[in-house]
C-alpha cells in the first residue's frame, strides 16, 4: 500500500503571546517578547523571578465553543492547567480547520498530546494538603489531574473522538514526537484525522525549584524579563521556562481535499534519535540532533539542499546551540550557510514538552505565508555559532522546506520536515 499524504489542517496555541495563532505570529513577527515577571505565585525567594507566563488564560473563554461538543465541566478542579492548556488550544485547532465532526468518522480520528512534566502544579497543591489538612482532604481528582495522558484524555472526551488515543512524554521533545507519531498513524492507514502536540504547565513553585537546582535557567535578567532568552549570543546563560500549549490538526490529504479544508503545509518527515550521552546535557558534537534531521529527510526522500527554513530548538543554553549549530553544519553541509534558522524562544521562552507543538504551528504558518519570524536579543553571535540565524527582523522568503527540531533532556531528539502544498 502507498504511503498516505498528511496534512495540516488547524492550529492551535495557547501562549504568553496569544492564545489564537494569528495574534502569536503577528507578535512573533514584530519581534515582541512575552517574557516578564511571573505572578501567579511569590518569588520572592526565588532567584529567577521569569518566565513566559499565559497571564490572561482562564478556560471560561473557552466554555461556549466547548459547549457545541460536551456538556463536561472544563473546570481547574477537575482538570490541571496544562490539562486546560491542551483542551483550550484543540478547540481553537478544531475550530481552525472547519471540520464538522457530525459529518466524519470520529473512530478514524484520534488524538496524541504529550506533556515533558504533567500536572506538577496538582502535586504541589496536594501534597500541602496532605501535610497541612490530612489524607481525608485529598482531591479525588488528583490522578486524573496529574496524570500525563489527562490532556490526550480530555481532549478525546470533549470532541468523543474515539481512535487513537495516547500521549508522549519525551521532556522537550514531547510536542514534535507526538506529531510526528500522531502522522505515522494517518500514513499507515490507522487514522484520517488526528489532534497532536503537546501541552506544559510547570511554572508553579515547585517546577520552578527543580530547574533552578538544576541551574538550567537564566538568572541574570530579572531586572530585564524580555531581553533575557537570547539564543547563539555571547552573553547567553540559560533559558527561560514558559507554559502553554501547541496543537495541529494533522488529515490524511485526500480527506482534506475532499472537504474543501485550507492546508497551511504538508508533514513529509519525521526523524527521532538518542544521544545516549548524558541525562541533561547535549552529545556536544550534536550527533544525535544530526541524525534525527537526517532521519527526517530520508523520510521525505529529499536532499538536504531542498530545506530553506529551520525552526531551531535554540533554547539559549550555552552547551544546547553551539551542538545544534553543529549538527546543522553537518547535516546541511555547503548549504548550511544558505539555510535561514530562527529560534521563537528568544520571544516565547522555552515550554518544555509543549515547545515542539508550539513551534510546529510556527513552522506550519512560516511555509504557508513565506515569512521567517526573528531570533530577538541577538546582538553579539557566538563566534562558533556563524549560521544565518533571522537576528533582530523577521524576513520574507519563499519557503518550500522548513524544518522543526525539538531536543530534550533524555537525549530525546525529534525534527519535523514540512512542505508547501
Not at 77 to 90: E, H, N, T, Y
Not at 183 to 198: C, K, N
Not at 327 to 338: C, D, E, M, P, Q
Amino acid at each position: 500500500m502507498a504511503r498516505r499524504r498528511v496534512v495540516v489542517t488547524g492550529l492551535g496555541v495557547v501562549t504568553s503571546l496569544g492564545e489564537s495563532h494569528d495574534e502569536m505570529w503577528d507578535k512573533l513577527c514584530a519581534g515582541e517578547s512575552g517574557i516578564s515577571l511571573l505572578r501567579r505565585w511569590n518569588t520572592e525567594k526565588y532567584p529567577v523571578k521569569i518566565g513566559g507566563e499565559c497571564l490572561n488564560f482562564d478556560i471560561d473563554k473557552y466554555k461556549e465553543e466547548a459547549a457545541k461538543y460536551t456538556e463536561e465541566r472544563l473546570t481547574p478542579r477537575r482538570i490541571d492547567r496544562f490539562g486546560l492548556f491542551g483542551v483550550a488550544a484543540s478547540l481553537s485547532a478544531m475550530k481552525d480547520s472547519g471540520i464538522d465532526l457530525q459529518a466524519v468518522d470520529r473512530t478514524r480520528f484520534g488524538v496524541i498530546i504529550g506533556t515533558g512534566i504533567g500536572g506538577i502544579e496538582t502535586i504541589e497543591e496536594q501534597y500541602k494538603i496532605l501535610m497541612e489538612r490530612g489524607v481525608g482532604r485529598v482531591s479525588p481528582f488528583t490522578v486524573p489531574r496529574l496524570m500525563p495522558n489527562a490532556a490526550s484524555g480530555n481532549v478525546s472526551i470533549v470532541f468523543n473522538l474515539r481512535g487513537p488515543n495516547t500521549a508522549v512524554s519525551t521532556a522537550c521533545a514531547t510536542g514534535s514526537n507526538a506529531i510526528g507519531d500522531a502522522a505515522r498513524l494517518i500514513e499507515h492507514d490507522l487514522a484520517d484525522m488526528m489532534v497532536a502536540g503537546g501541552s506544559e504547565a510547570a511554572l508553579c513553585e515547585l517546577g520552578m525549584a527543580t530547574f533552578v537546582a538544576a541551574r538550567a535557567l537564566n538568572s541574570s535578567s530579572n531586572d530585564d524579563p524580555t531581553h533575557a532568552s537570547r539564543p547563539w549570543d555571547k552573553t547567553r546563560d540559560g533559558f527561560v521556562m514558559s507554559e502553554g500549549a501547541g496543537v495541529v490538526i494533522l488529515e490524511e490529504y485526500e480527506h482534506a481535499k475532499k472537504r474543501g479544508a485550507r492546508i497551511y503545509a504538508e508533514l513529509v518527515g519525521y526523524g527521532m534519535s538518542g544521544d545516549g550521552y548524558h541525562i541533561t546535557a547535549p552529545d556536544p558534537e550534536g550527533r544525535g540532533a544530526t541524525m534525527a534531521m537526517r532521519l527526517a529527510l530520508k523520510d521525505a526522500a529529499v536532499a538536504p539542499d531542498v530545506v530553506d527554513y529551520i525552526n531551531a530548538h535554540g533554547t539559549s543554553t550555552q552547551l544546547g546551540d553551539l551542538a545544534e549549530t553543529k549538527a546543522v553544519k553537518t547535516t546541511f553541509g555547503h548549504h548550511a550557510s544558505k539555510l535561514s534558522l530562527s529560534s521563537t524562544k528568544s520571544q516565547l521562552g522555552h515550554l518544555l514538552g509543549a515547545s515542539g507543538g508550539v513551534e510546529a504551528v510556527i513552522t506550519s504558518l512560516a511555509v504557508h505565508r513565506n515569512l521567517i519570524p526573528p531570533t530577538i536579543n541577538l546582538h553579539d553571535p557566538d563566534p562558533e555559532c556563524d549560521l544565518d540565524y533571522t537576528p533582530l527582523k523577521a524576513k520574507d522568503k519563499h519557503i518550500v522546506y522548513a524544518m522543526s527540531n525539538s531536543f530534550g533532556f533524555g537525549g530525546h531528539n525529534a525534527s519535523l520536515l514540512f512542505k508547501k502544498v
